[in-house]
């Protein structure tokens, strides 16, 4: 997650992908240069450029500059927001609808939420777009009749257009601090029904600011541990155990046997928490002490180990599909 | 002016013949004097031809006039007269009966004498006379002149009665059938000249009726009704027919149609309630219009919340207090089952989609339905819920008819025609076709024109016509959704518990990606929309009959839109769903269909249970063993076995005599013998009827004229009004039942006779005045 690496990546990932899908092992990569390494390892997030297209990707995609920008903490360093999630914060290659305006049936949108700078860029956007990309590129694979947009979708919580898309993504939730008018978007967005999964956010700390925000936008609604027997273990893939899936830098270390720590901060336990409406469903799907982003983000490389993606990936397809059938 | 021209009604001279009673001097006589009459006119026709005044034409007139008035003339000298055969006094019999129901309470004016008297102070003043001073009635002693007269009264039973007694009009249905039958067998072997019925009408047309109207007519004994009230009241308000369905979930709007009736109240204020145990559940106001037939329907919508056979109570009260001819009338009741489900909807959807999660969560709160579904996450692999137990939908869509049948509706979403089989797609019309089931179609990229469904069987049971060019594909049209004519009154879509126009307009736009042809014949549009840039008009929802079940079509993929964009509390897309989702399952059959013939049977009359038994393929089963078990309401249960009908394959029937009032519930098992345990095989049904007083004869209170006629028709006999007392006894007096004798009646003495001499004789003066002849 935090690192935000410049990135060259040569890495076949559908092949990645396809042996995630079937357990395989067997992985085909290359990669032209070690992650971590090369400009902005904790600058600005670099433009990704996936080196196996999709075919619907056409022309170039242009470089960005990414809200926010400023290091450090607090409220006086907010992230500049964009004022309409149609134009930025990325400009979009690709249209949201088809030809003939017909919608896609799934949109992976993500929150641009207003929070505290990290590391120089907005925290909602750590990973963002290519993990965001990456884990559609899998999700596609995996699920074959979901028919989804295969490219990042960064909404605003008071953006009208919101509703549209029953499914969010937030990351680094422990740097949020909404507005009010967000947390009110977001409020009636999930009482309406829309689906939230939180990911990426570590230790007691940022667990204490994310219960305190969300306790602002459900009010009187707890946050409580998801038993293995629910049904977003089960949607499509059988989970029978949450496992930590650690950022990029521990994972190569983990693979490499110089540390066993998948942890960061005091989160020693990866847990999937959530918050449920009072019909017992899942509004909110929370993974604490986890980072699924990075594991989608890196799923490619063969520095990051495969058990951690292949959870990745399957809680991920399985939040998705839970949202969209329950 | 019959009469007053040929001395008798004209019924005389059907029944009679025509005879001459001149003797043979007379006509020796007449033949002489025809003789010179001819040889008069051959002479006058000569004196003509010789005038230069009378043309050819006058000449004919003039001789046509003369011989007219000759010949009229002629046949009075002849003495015509009209040989009847009248009874012969006091020695044959007439019956009288007097229909005692409580219909004959109604005060209307019409035929009667005194203004604003009952039904009943008539038949007393024609039968029984005024109390205490042991005489009977007008119409008795005319009787009773001539005839020995037996009198009867009836309602629903019959018996004989004495000009001493009083009547009492409390019967509470007119059954004249069974009276008929009392009488033909107490006066066999009597000569009976015929059968006076006094009735306003209201009497049952059963089969003994009929059956008694035959031996009647075979008898050769006319029946001679006089008809009692008027054809119209001057004032009454009155529910004349109640439309509810018989059967509803738990939780539906109902939308219940009431027929009212209202001569004299055009213009006035009603108010209609709905009572459930003394309760209003819904009432409705309304102006009664001026002009048309003084009767006007009414809808009201109302929500089932409580199970159980629901006895509903609907009641019009007008604003004016003013009187009408009958208040018994102004509340009527009907019974409404409300089952308890969970009732099995399977949903097919092709691939994952938001819409699939919002309707289904828009009904998980509904105990009333459980929506099995089944979701295509790859080729082959589905992803289940709601099932009943791990082997439920296990293979994915249903292959077998008994698989999919057990369901009573079947919702298929963005899935691609090319997915089915020939065989699964034929099943899936017979489910709606021979199994009765409900079939909803939604829109979606894969869905109908675009999912490759023109020219596959299931494209005949789209209530539209589908376009089969091949290059279609979906492209998106978003609609502002308005309710059709129709759809504004259907209780589905009654949302808000209003059809306001500005409510459907505050409701987000849907998109439609589907192209659709006309609506087929017999389709209906309920939902339609206008695209927000076009205006273009948009097919939204549309339902069709098909064979013994129904069809729908839901275009908009985005629905979850009313769910989303709309404020958090708001229900609006969740009432949408459950109330299709319950409509199209309405009136869905189990195997076993079980009904009363009528739901209120009067007390101490005979229920008449029937039921259809279906095999769990859902062919009619006449092998099965069906059994009725009834529960008195004073929980006493009997149980009988009901019979084969040899007509109607997979009928049962059977009768019940009820004695207890209140509600008696059947419940009807049907074993069909199949499967290895007869637990699998046997299939029930419940129902309820309710005895007691039904208050029926003060419903069609005015005089009906239909049975009467009919009944007179089929005898021989003729319908009199209450005031023509005196043509009824004429008309009884030759009767040619009963003893009788042979009468002659003189007719040289009619006054068309000697109109027809003196337009004649005085009509050819006249012309020869006219044309200057001597």
Redesign the interface.
Same mark, same amino acid.
């Not at chain 1, 690192?3 to 890495?11: E, K």
């Not at chain 1, 995609?61 to 964009?82: A, I, N």
């Not at chain 2, 589905?492 to 209003?498: K, R, V």
């Not at chain 2, 013994?548 to 908009?556: D, Q, T, V």
């Given at each position: 997650m935090r690192h935000s690496l410049g990135w060259r990546a040569g890495l076949l990932a559908a092949t990645v992908l396809a042996s995630v899908a079937v357990g395989s092992t067997v992985l085909a990569m290359t990669a032209s240069r070690p992650a971590g390494s090369g400009p902005g390892a904790h600058g600005p997030v670099q433009t990704p450029r996936l080196v196996q297209q999709q075919p619907r990707e056409r022309g170039t995609f242009r470089p960005r500059s990414v809200p926010g920008g400023q290091r450090g903490f607090g409220p006086l360093q907010l992230p500049p927001m964009p004022q309409d999630p149609d134009d930025a914060p990325l400009a979009r290659r690709e249209p949201l609808l088809r030809d003939g305006n017909v919608p896609y049936d799934f949109y992976f949108s993500r929150i641009a939420y207003s929070g505290t700078a990290l590391w120089g860029y907005a925290s909602w956007s750590v990973d963002f777009p290519k993990a965001d990309r990456q884990f559609l590129l899998g999700v596609r694979r995996l699920i074959e009749t979901l028919d989804l947009y295969p490219f990042e979708n960064a909404m605003l919580l008071d953006s009208e257009k919101l509703r549209d898309f029953p499914f969010l993504y937030a990351v680094e939730v422990g740097h949020m601090l909404l507005t009010p008018s967000e947390r009110d978007g977001l409020r009636n967005y999930l009482l309406s029904g829309g689906f939230l999964m939180v990911d990426d956010f570590w230790g007691s700390l940022e667990w204490a600011h994310f219960v305190r925000q969300m306790s602002e936008v459900l009010p009187g609604f707890t946050i409580e541990p998801v038993p293995m027997d629910h049904p977003l273990f089960h949607t499509f893939y059988d989970i029978n155990r949450v496992v930590q899936v650690p950022n990029l830098g521990l994972a190569r270390d983990f693979r490499r046997g110089i540390s066993t720590k998948t942890w960061e901060q005091d989160g020693y336990t990866a847990e999937v928490l959530g918050i449920f409406d009072e019909n017992r469903r899942l509004m909110v799907a929370i993974n604490w002490n986890c980072d699924l982003g990075d594991a989608w983000e890196w799923a490619e490389s063969f520095e990051y180990p495969l058990e951690f993606s292949t959870y990745a990936y399957q809680i991920g397809v399985n939040t998705i599909v839970y949202a969209m059938t329950h | 002016m019959f009469e007053f021209l040929f001395n008798y009604r004209s019924e005389l001279f059907s029944q009679g013949e025509l005879t001459f009673l001149a003797g043979p001097v007379r006509l020796l006589m007449l033949s002489v004097g025809l003789a010179l009459t001819a040889w008069a006119l051959h002479r006058y026709r000569k004196s003509l031809t010789g005038s230069d005044k009378a043309s050819g034409p006058v000449q004919g007139l003039l001789l046509a006039l003369r011989a007219l008035g000759v010949g009229a003339l002629v046949v009075a000298l002849l003495e015509p007269a009209l040989a009847l055969s009248a009874i012969k006094p006091q020695e044959s019999f007439v019956a009288v009966l007097a229909d005692t129901s409580a219909s004959m309470t109604v005060t209307d004016t019409e035929d009667l004498d005194q203004p604003a008297a009952t039904r009943a102070a008539w038949l007393d003043r024609s039968l029984v006379g005024a109390p205490f001073d042991n005489e009977p009635g007008d119409l008795w002693r005319d009787l009773a002149t001539r005839f020995q007269v037996r009198a009867y009264a009836f309602d629903e039973t019959a018996g004989r009665i004495d000009f001493a007694e009083p009547l009492s009009f409390d019967g509470r249905r007119s059954d004249l059938g069974s009276a008929l039958t009392m009488v033909r067998s107490e006066l066999t072997g009597v000569p009976l000249a015929g059968v006076v019925v006094l009735t306003d009408g209201a009497i049952e047309s059963t089969d003994v009726l009929i059956d008694e109207s035959l031996r009647f007519r075979s008898a050769g004994i006319p029946i001679f009704p006089v008809a009692v009230g008027s054809a119209r009241f001057d004032r009454d308000l009155e529910i004349a027919e109640i439309r509810v369905p018989r059967r509803t979930l738990l939780g539906s709007t109902v939308l219940a149609q009431v027929q009212i009736g209202y001569p004299g109240f055009a213009g006035e204020t009603i108010t209609v309630e709905i009572r459930d145990e003394g309760r209003v559940i819904q009432q409705r106001t309304a102006e009664l219009p001026v002009g048309g037939d003084d009767t006007m329907s009414l809808e009201l919508s109302f929500r089932t919340q409580a199970e159980g056979t629901r006895s509903l109570e609907f009641a019009v009260t007008p604003q004016s207090r003013a009187a009408e001819a009958v208040t018994l009338n102004n509340t009527k009741t009907v019974l409404l089952e409300v089952e308890s489900g969970p009732h099995k909807i399977l949903y097919f959807e092709?691939?994952? !989609?938001?819409e *699939?999660?919002?309707i289904? !969560?828009a009904v #998980?709160?509904d105990p009333q339905l459980q929506l099995v @579904?089944l979701? &295509?996450? #790859?080729?082959n692999r589905f *992803?289940r819920?709601s099932v009943d137990g791990e082997d439920e939908l296990r293979g994915g869509f249903p292959t077998r008819r008994e698989e999919l049948f057990k369901y009573r509706g079947l919702v298929l979403g963005s899935i691609e025609a090319s997915f089915f089989t020939y065989e699964q797609m034929r099943m899936i019309v017979d489910f709606a076709a021979e199994r009765g089931g409900g079939v909803l179609f939604l829109g979606g @990229?894969n869905a109908l024109a675009e999912g490759g469904y023109a020219g596959t069987p299931l494209s005949e049971l789209i209530p539209t016509e589908l376009s089969d060019r091949r290059e279609v594909?979906? &492209?998106?049209?978003?609609v502002n959704v308005q309710p059709t004519a129709l759809g504004r009154e259907h209780a589905a879509l009654q949302l808000q518990g209003t059809s306001d126009d500005a409510f459907w307009a505050s409701l987000p736009e849907l998109?439609v990606?589907n192209r659709t042809g006309r609506l087929k014949p017999g389709a209906a549009a309920l939902l339609a929309g206008q695209t927000a840039g076009t205006q273009e008009a948009q097919l939204v929802l549309a339902h069709q009959r098909f064979g013994a079940g129904s069809s729908m079509l839901f275009l908009p993929t985005?629905s979850? !839109?009313w769910?989303?964009?709309?404020?958090?509390e708001d229900q609006t897309h969740e009432i949408l769903w459950r109330q299709i989702l319950r409509w199209l399952i309405n009136g869905v059959d189990d195997r076993v269909v079980a009904s009363p013939q009528r739901d209120r049977v009067e007390l101490g009359g005979d229920a008449v249970l029937e039921a259809t038994v279906r095999d769990q393929r859902f062919q009619a089963d006449p092998n099965a063993l069906v059994e009725a078990e009834v529960t008195s309401p004073s929980g006493a249960t009997s149980r009988f076995d009901l019979t084969w009908d040899p007509l109607t394959e997979g009928r049962y029937s059977g009768e019940l005599s009820v004695n207890e009032p209140g509600l008696h519930a059947v419940t009807v098992f049907a074993d069909t013998g199949e499967g290895s345990q007869a637990t699998a095989a046997t299939a029930k049904a419940n129902f309820t009827f309710e005895a007691g007083s039904l208050n029926e004869e003060f419903f069609g209170a005015v005089r009906q004229a239909g049975v009467m006629t009919r009944l007179a028709s089929e005898t021989g006999g003729q319908t009199f009004a209450g005031n023509d007392i005196s043509a009824l006894i004429d008309q009884l007096s030759y009767s040619t039942a009963g003893v009788t004798v042979r009468e002659e009646r003189p007719l040289w003495n009619m006054p068309i006779l000697l109109c027809l001499i003196l337009l004649g004789l005085l009509g050819e003066w006249s012309a020869r005045r006219w044309k200057g002849l001597r």
């Amino acid at each position: 997650m935090r690192h935000s690496l410049g990135w060259r990546a040569g890495l076949l990932a559908a092949t990645v992908l396809a042996s995630v899908a079937v357990g395989s092992t067997v992985l085909a990569m290359t990669a032209s240069r070690p992650a971590g390494s090369g400009p902005g390892a904790h600058g600005p997030v670099q433009t990704p450029r996936l080196v196996q297209q999709q075919p619907r990707e056409r022309g170039t995609f242009r470089p960005r500059s990414v809200p926010g920008g400023q290091r450090g903490f607090g409220p006086l360093q907010l992230p500049p927001m964009p004022q309409d999630p149609d134009d930025a914060p990325l400009a979009r290659r690709e249209p949201l609808l088809r030809d003939g305006n017909v919608p896609y049936d799934f949109y992976f949108s993500r929150i641009a939420y207003s929070g505290t700078a990290l590391w120089g860029y907005a925290s909602w956007s750590v990973d963002f777009p290519k993990a965001d990309r990456q884990f559609l590129l899998g999700v596609r694979r995996l699920i074959e009749t979901l028919d989804l947009y295969p490219f990042e979708n960064a909404m605003l919580l008071d953006s009208e257009k919101l509703r549209d898309f029953p499914f969010l993504y937030a990351v680094e939730v422990g740097h949020m601090l909404l507005t009010p008018s967000e947390r009110d978007g977001l409020r009636n967005y999930l009482l309406s029904g829309g689906f939230l999964m939180v990911d990426d956010f570590w230790g007691s700390l940022e667990w204490a600011h994310f219960v305190r925000q969300m306790s602002e936008v459900l009010p009187g609604f707890t946050i409580e541990p998801v038993p293995m027997d629910h049904p977003l273990f089960h949607t499509f893939y059988d989970i029978n155990r949450v496992v930590q899936v650690p950022n990029l830098g521990l994972a190569r270390d983990f693979r490499r046997g110089i540390s066993t720590k998948t942890w960061e901060q005091d989160g020693y336990t990866a847990e999937v928490l959530g918050i449920f409406d009072e019909n017992r469903r899942l509004m909110v799907a929370i993974n604490w002490n986890c980072d699924l982003g990075d594991a989608w983000e890196w799923a490619e490389s063969f520095e990051y180990p495969l058990e951690f993606s292949t959870y990745a990936y399957q809680i991920g397809v399985n939040t998705i599909v839970y949202a969209m059938t329950h | 002016m019959f009469e007053f021209l040929f001395n008798y009604r004209s019924e005389l001279f059907s029944q009679g013949e025509l005879t001459f009673l001149a003797g043979p001097v007379r006509l020796l006589m007449l033949s002489v004097g025809l003789a010179l009459t001819a040889w008069a006119l051959h002479r006058y026709r000569k004196s003509l031809t010789g005038s230069d005044k009378a043309s050819g034409p006058v000449q004919g007139l003039l001789l046509a006039l003369r011989a007219l008035g000759v010949g009229a003339l002629v046949v009075a000298l002849l003495e015509p007269a009209l040989a009847l055969s009248a009874i012969k006094p006091q020695e044959s019999f007439v019956a009288v009966l007097a229909d005692t129901s409580a219909s004959m309470t109604v005060t209307d004016t019409e035929d009667l004498d005194q203004p604003a008297a009952t039904r009943a102070a008539w038949l007393d003043r024609s039968l029984v006379g005024a109390p205490f001073d042991n005489e009977p009635g007008d119409l008795w002693r005319d009787l009773a002149t001539r005839f020995q007269v037996r009198a009867y009264a009836f309602d629903e039973t019959a018996g004989r009665i004495d000009f001493a007694e009083p009547l009492s009009f409390d019967g509470r249905r007119s059954d004249l059938g069974s009276a008929l039958t009392m009488v033909r067998s107490e006066l066999t072997g009597v000569p009976l000249a015929g059968v006076v019925v006094l009735t306003d009408g209201a009497i049952e047309s059963t089969d003994v009726l009929i059956d008694e109207s035959l031996r009647f007519r075979s008898a050769g004994i006319p029946i001679f009704p006089v008809a009692v009230g008027s054809a119209r009241f001057d004032r009454d308000l009155e529910i004349a027919e109640i439309r509810v369905p018989r059967r509803t979930l738990l939780g539906s709007t109902v939308l219940a149609q009431v027929q009212i009736g209202y001569p004299g109240f055009a213009g006035e204020t009603i108010t209609v309630e709905i009572r459930d145990e003394g309760r209003v559940i819904q009432q409705r106001t309304a102006e009664l219009p001026v002009g048309g037939d003084d009767t006007m329907s009414l809808e009201l919508s109302f929500r089932t919340q409580a199970e159980g056979t629901r006895s509903l109570e609907f009641a019009v009260t007008p604003q004016s207090r003013a009187a009408e001819a009958v208040t018994l009338n102004n509340t009527k009741t009907v019974l409404l089952e409300v089952e308890s489900g969970p009732h099995k909807i399977l949903y097919f959807e092709g691939e994952p !989609r938001f819409e *699939y999660k919002f309707i289904r !969560r828009a009904v #998980a709160e509904d105990p009333q339905l459980q929506l099995v @579904s089944l979701l &295509r996450m #790859a080729d082959n692999r589905f *992803y289940r819920q709601s099932v009943d137990g791990e082997d439920e939908l296990r293979g994915g869509f249903p292959t077998r008819r008994e698989e999919l049948f057990k369901y009573r509706g079947l919702v298929l979403g963005s899935i691609e025609a090319s997915f089915f089989t020939y065989e699964q797609m034929r099943m899936i019309v017979d489910f709606a076709a021979e199994r009765g089931g409900g079939v909803l179609f939604l829109g979606g @990229s894969n869905a109908l024109a675009e999912g490759g469904y023109a020219g596959t069987p299931l494209s005949e049971l789209i209530p539209t016509e589908l376009s089969d060019r091949r290059e279609v594909g979906p &492209r998106g049209v978003s609609v502002n959704v308005q309710p059709t004519a129709l759809g504004r009154e259907h209780a589905a879509l009654q949302l808000q518990g209003t059809s306001d126009d500005a409510f459907w307009a505050s409701l987000p736009e849907l998109l439609v990606l589907n192209r659709t042809g006309r609506l087929k014949p017999g389709a209906a549009a309920l939902l339609a929309g206008q695209t927000a840039g076009t205006q273009e008009a948009q097919l939204v929802l549309a339902h069709q009959r098909f064979g013994a079940g129904s069809s729908m079509l839901f275009l908009p993929t985005d629905s979850f !839109r009313w769910q989303m964009r709309l404020p958090t509390e708001d229900q609006t897309h969740e009432i949408l769903w459950r109330q299709i989702l319950r409509w199209l399952i309405n009136g869905v059959d189990d195997r076993v269909v079980a009904s009363p013939q009528r739901d209120r049977v009067e007390l101490g009359g005979d229920a008449v249970l029937e039921a259809t038994v279906r095999d769990q393929r859902f062919q009619a089963d006449p092998n099965a063993l069906v059994e009725a078990e009834v529960t008195s309401p004073s929980g006493a249960t009997s149980r009988f076995d009901l019979t084969w009908d040899p007509l109607t394959e997979g009928r049962y029937s059977g009768e019940l005599s009820v004695n207890e009032p209140g509600l008696h519930a059947v419940t009807v098992f049907a074993d069909t013998g199949e499967g290895s345990q007869a637990t699998a095989a046997t299939a029930k049904a419940n129902f309820t009827f309710e005895a007691g007083s039904l208050n029926e004869e003060f419903f069609g209170a005015v005089r009906q004229a239909g049975v009467m006629t009919r009944l007179a028709s089929e005898t021989g006999g003729q319908t009199f009004a209450g005031n023509d007392i005196s043509a009824l006894i004429d008309q009884l007096s030759y009767s040619t039942a009963g003893v009788t004798v042979r009468e002659e009646r003189p007719l040289w003495n009619m006054p068309i006779l000697l109109c027809l001499i003196l337009l004649g004789l005085l009509g050819e003066w006249s012309a020869r005045r006219w044309k200057g002849l001597r």
